[in-house]
């Protein structure tokens, strides 16, 4: 696994004078570049050169120079990650760039400086690690059953690597679930998990080890929401289908995202949690969160918020509020995106001359 000392030498030798935010044309790249040019960094994206032409046709979100790639694994191609690091290159991870390289292979291979703490890819992409850090930060999780026998409610499956919902079902009791695994002809690979009835919540938060402690219990840094959505699900669409149940709309897969702001009193109770995520993340995974990341909860109104997972990075929710959102104007007097967010830390942490606090 490549170091943090090892990231530290490489940093060291970088041009502070000429950073570049470096990402690839996917997910929230569009965010990220603007957020940085914002900032007064120059960018780059990392693309194929069919999605070239679509990124260039943003003025004022395109990255200043392209590198080609042919297959996104391509990156971790010697010649590919020289270029970046002669640029001084630092890279945003966003979902796709962690999807399409894989966590295990940036932790191996990649040497390019990563914004944020790479440790947390080993935390949030494995979700019995995940439960250990929600069990140890004390927070609400659904229910988890180790077989199908156990099963005494309703519950969702979720299958191993199934990306953004796909192919989860419910089963509304034991027989059920039986039943329907023994038809799909799945014997291992998958979770069964508590079904939770009740409102999504996708709160965006960043961490800056950098800032003022603004928050109780936060210990050093500072923590920001900047901003709520929620995904739009196929299944959030079952009811068009009425009178009658359409197969098709039983599916959770995550098509977009829709702006949503939370009852205000019950920002406390997600406050509380988040800040719990913070510490307890870097007792488990020094330094911890640092960054965006989003805390995908339900709220029960009996049980309070339900946290399902955990994505340790800027996520694709976000670009809603590339012009802020109503929580980020509570912080910032002016437009402040989570791109443009993690640009000012990086313009700070230079300022200070602490890069390497902010970069793994
Ligand atoms: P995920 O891939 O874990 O982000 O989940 C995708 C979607 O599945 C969520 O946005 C929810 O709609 C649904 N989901 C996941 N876990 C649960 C749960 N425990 N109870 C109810 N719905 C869930």
Redesign the pocket.
Known sequence: MISMADISTILSRYDENDIKIATVCSHSALQIFHGARMEGFATIGISTARNRPYYESFPIAKPDIFIEIDDYKDILNKDIQEKLMKENAIIIPHGSFVEYIGADNILEYLLVPMFGNRLTLLWEGDRRRQRRWFDEAGIPT?KVYDSPFEVDRRV?V?LHG????SR?F?ASNRYDLESKLQKLGYREGYVI??????V?Y?PHFFLSPLGRPNIPGIGYGSLELLGIDR?L?V?DEVYRGWPDVIEDYLD?T?TGNQPVVLREKLLIDLLEIAVRLVSTSRKLFHPGLVGPFCI?T?YNPKRGF?V??VSARIVAGTNLYTSGSPYSVFYYNEPMSTGRRIAREIKKAIKEDKLETIIY
């Open positions: 659904p969702i979720k199934a990306k953004g919902g989860y419910t998990e508590e079904y939770i009835a009740g999504r996708y995904r699900e299944i959770f995550v995908e339900i339900i399902f997972e």
